[in-house]
């Protein structure tokens, strides 16, 4: 299934610049396979050092939150968009 | 801590319904003429309490709108002064205020647009030891700050007493907003359990913002306290809006209550203010200045050698848009593009690597060195050093 991962700012460093990548997979974590594939930067930024998307980072399959539905198993369908959602604080140099 | 408060006591129990006086009707007038807020909604505003928790980017628009529309009470929490690099986007704050505690501008500013509110002012930075006492004579919270600690701090103490907390936080051209902590609603654990590693997500210090960012931001935050406050539409609650600034995009994401939240979950683990900076992995009150092992250079170090005529190879490793700012006429490579290019350099010679601070040139002489380029230096304090101690024509940003 071609879907596209809208990628956030803070992250787009990592992903060749990137404001959103199309990509061929079936769940979820097949598409963020895909993506840390072609972006090896992104994988720290995403997963902790145990392979676990990080807990400050979100992903979503159109509206809908990952963690209540599959996770990473969450199937995909044509067209559908993934979004990574970091949390963003503001202006302090923290 | 010296908090120096400028809270009026609040009127004794079984005070005289709120009433408008008849300035106040012309005032309020175009409110008044719309059923949705109407005389009900008006008094209801009269009679709210909000706290703005910081009033820089999203306060500003925020305290404003609030103090425009006639909330009858605004606190202020706020412990920083105003510094040029904030006019770009905190419209609270003209050019003479530079120097002047933020609290003080914003509540001559709020009190010179509406006369007929009540500002209290709270000059501190919010802490697990301060949150709950100042927090709790409000009814609705604004989150209007710039770092995790604190965001994490705000949204356990509204859970713990019960109050809703219009949230709202940006950074370069990206909004996020919400309502979390309504009754039956998510918080800010329900959405991020954690907060990330410091270092690992760039601050808008680092990264930048567009100054009508917060503004938008802090607007539509203004536009759902007035809701809750009039208990009027559909507040953001269970939903995140996202703005996108550069493609001019709302998108909005559902939010769940997370039945294993540790503070407004069945079980809660958190039932007291913890200590923040802890949580969020930062020690002391400062950011962890990168402790680097790389080999330093200080400016003045550098300066005496180039006089002096030593061959020295200045590399730069910010981006282009940051050369244009100002520069050493170094060779640019990005730091992110150094080991693409890194054949552009000379291992022989030495290399002084510099930024803007010194962070990205010591990543970039660990590199380096690693790679073989054993007379690779960093240099200290980066170009905003140079700027202090050898070239002050060199600007700052």
């Known amino acids: 299934m071609a879907v596209k991962v809208i990628i956030p700012t ?28 072609k972006f090896s930067e992104l994988k720290k930024h995403l997963y902790a050092d145990d392979g676990r998307l990080r807990s400050f980072v979100n992903v979503y399959v159109n509206d809908e939150d990952i963690r209540y539905l599959q996770k990473d198993q969450t199937r995909v369908r044509e067209g559908d968009i993934i979004s990574i959602v970091p949390s963003i604080a503001g202006g302090a140099r923290i | 801590m010296a908090t120096k408060t400028g809270v009026t006591p609040a009127p004794p129990a079984g005070n005289p319904p709120v009433t408008l006086s008849k300035e106040e009707v012309l005032r309020y007038s175009r409110h008044l003429i719309m059923p949705e807020v109407g005389m009900e909604g008006q008094l209801k505003l009269k009679a709210a309490k909000v706290l703005c928790i910081g009033t820089g980017g999203l306060g500003a628009p925020l305290g404003l709108y609030l103090a425009a529309a006639g909330v009858g009470r605004i606190g202020l929490v706020d412990f920083d002064s105003v510094d040029l690099t904030n006019l770009q986007r905190q419209i609270l704050f003209s050019t003479t205020d530079v120097g ?49 600690p604190t965001r994490y701090l705000v949204n356990d103490a509204s859970v713990l007493l019960g109050k809703p907390n ?11 907003v919400t309502v979390f902590g309504a009754p039956g609603g998510p918080c800010y654990r329900c959405l991020y359990p954690e907060p990330p590693p410091p270092g690992l997500v760039p601050s808008c210090a680092e990264g930048g913002v567009l100054g009508v960012l917060p503004g938008i931001v802090g607007a539509i935050q203004a536009a759902e306290t007035l809701k809750l406050a009039i208990g009027k539409g559909e507040p953001l609650i269970g939903r995140l809006l996202l703005f ?42 400062e950011a962890p200045a990168a402790q680097t092992n790389v080999p330093e250079i200080t400016p003045r170090e550098l ?19 940051e050369y244009q700012i100002c520069n050493l006429g170094g060779h640019l490579i990005p730091l992110g593009d150094l080991s693409r290019r890194v054949s552009e350099l000379d291992s022989s010679r030495e290399i002084v690597a510099h930024c ?11 590199f380096l060195r690693q790679a073989g380029f054993r007379k690779a230096l960093s240099l200290k304090g980066g170009i905003l050093a140079w700027s202090d101690e050898v070239d002050p024509k060199v600007p700052k940003y």
Do not use: W
């Open chain 1, 10 to 37: 803070p992250l787009r460093a990592y992903a060749g610049k990137q404001e959103s990548v199309e990509l061929q997979a079936g769940t979820v974590g097949e598409a963020l396979n895909a993506l840390t594939t």
């Open chain 2, 244 to 285: 996108d600034a550069l493609a001019m995009r709302f998108r909005e994401l559902k939010l769940r209550k997370n039945p294993g939240c540790p503070v407004c979950g069945e079980h809660p683990t958190v039932t007291k203010l913890i200590d923040y900076a802890e949580f969020c992995g930062i020690r002391g009150e």
């Open chain 2, 356 to 366: 803007r601070s010194g962070k990205r040139s010591a990543e970039a002489v660990e």
């Open chain 2, 303 to 321: 300066k005496a050698r180039l006089d002096r005529g030593d061959d020295l190879f200045i590399l730069d490793v910010r981006e282009p848009h």
């Open chain 2, 100 to 148: 002047r505690p933020k609290i003080e501008a914003a509540a001559d500013r709020l009190r010179a647009m509406n006369p007929d509110i009540q500002i209290d002012t709270f000059e501190t930075q919010l802490t697990s030891a301060n949150a709950l006492e100042i927090l709790k004579d409000y009814d609705i919270i604004v989150d209007g700050t710039d770092n995790f």
């Open chain 2, 166 to 176: 219009v949230y709202g936080s940006i950074f370069r051209f990206e909004g996020q």
